[in-house]
């Protein structure tokens, strides 16, 4: 899913100097865990254990995720230095799904560097990133690492999953019954994560590839 009006055109240099690799950020996010902590400010038993599922989930998808050649071919095109700059949280479901998918692309041409940064911690830029009105991650802002300038973003998720929960969630939200509230919360979480496991990281790939395309015919 991208969104094509951002109210930042540039970012400032301060958030890339902060910003950090996908290892670091996987080291952080395991330390933390061991700690008994999360990251935000919330280190709930709930919060704690959507970190656990997201750490499992990045630990397969380093070994497991195959990049597909329609992707590979559009990475292969970028031919000048380009930053994907991801906002995320290490209990983010979707981040868990999504984010190690894209640093296997980053991967492959040395031009593009991938770097996180804590949605949390960094409102400012999450807050001119909105997808309709709220703080959804992770979402990569792309940008042209020599100028900073934003050529566009991607996320917080698969067009597919985006609309399941755009359908669903309100009538689970106007629920007055608690306990059915939250039972039909966890249907439903369990029925996007079995999207994802079927549809093995193809519509990330394709989508994320598509949001690329457009940001290279922007730098050129």
């Known amino acids: 899913m991208t969104n094509n009006n951002s109210k930042?055109?540039?970012?400032p240099a301060s958030f890339l100097e902060k910003a950090m690799s996908y290892p670091a950020y996987r080291q952080m996010t395991d330390e933390r865990f061991a700690q008994g902590k999360t990251t935000g400010e919330n280190h709930s038993?709930?919060?704690?254990?959507?970190?656990?599922?997201?750490?499992?989930?990045?630990?397969?998808?380093?070994?497991t995720a195959r990049l597909l050649p329609e992707a590979l071919?559009?990475?292969?095109?970028?031919?000048r230095p380009m930053?994907?700059?991801?906002?995320?949280?290490?209990?983010?479901?979707?981040?868990?799904?999504?984010?190690?998918?894209?640093?296997?692309?980053?991967?492959?041409?040395?031009?593009i560097s991938l770097r996180l940064l804590l949605r949390d911690e960094n409102l400012e830029l999450m807050?001119?990133?909105?997808?309709?009105?709220?703080?959804?991650i992770p979402k990569i802002i792309l940008l042209?690492?020599?100028?900073?300038?934003?050529?566009?973003?991607?996320g917080p998720r698969p067009e597919e999953v985006q609309q399941m929960l755009?359908?669903?969630?309100?009538?689970?939200?106007?629920?007055?019954?608690?306990?059915?509230?939250?039972?039909?919360?966890q249907e439903l979480v369990k029925d996007v994560q079995k999207w994802y496991?079927?549809?093995?990281?193809?519509?990330?790939?394709?989508?994320?590839?598509?949001?690329?395309?457009?940001?290279?015919?922007?730098?050129?």
Do not use: H
Not at 8 to 11: E, P
Not at 144 to 154: A, M, N, P, Y
Not at 174 to 183: C, T
């Open 166 to 185: 755009l359908q669903r969630r309100p009538a689970i939200a106007e629920l007055n019954d608690e306990a059915e509230r939250k039972a039909q919360m």
């Open 8 to 11: 930042m055109k540039m970012i």
């Open 127 to 136: 807050d001119a990133f909105l997808t309709n009105g709220g703080r959804s």
């Open 83 to 111: 930053t994907w700059l991801a906002l995320t949280e290490a209990w983010c479901g979707d981040a868990g799904q999504i984010i190690p998918v894209l640093a296997k692309l980053a991967g492959q041409n040395p031009n």
């Open 144 to 154: 042209d690492s020599e100028s900073r300038r934003v050529l566009g973003d991607w």
């Open 197 to 220: 496991a079927r549809d093995k990281t193809r519509s990330i790939q394709l989508e994320f590839a598509a949001a690329l395309s457009a940001a290279m015919a922007l730098q050129e």
């Open 45 to 63: 038993e709930a919060m704690l254990q959507y970190t656990k599922i997201s750490i499992a989930r990045m630990a397969r998808l380093d070994k």
């Open 73 to 79: 071919a559009i990475v292969a095109e970028i031919d």
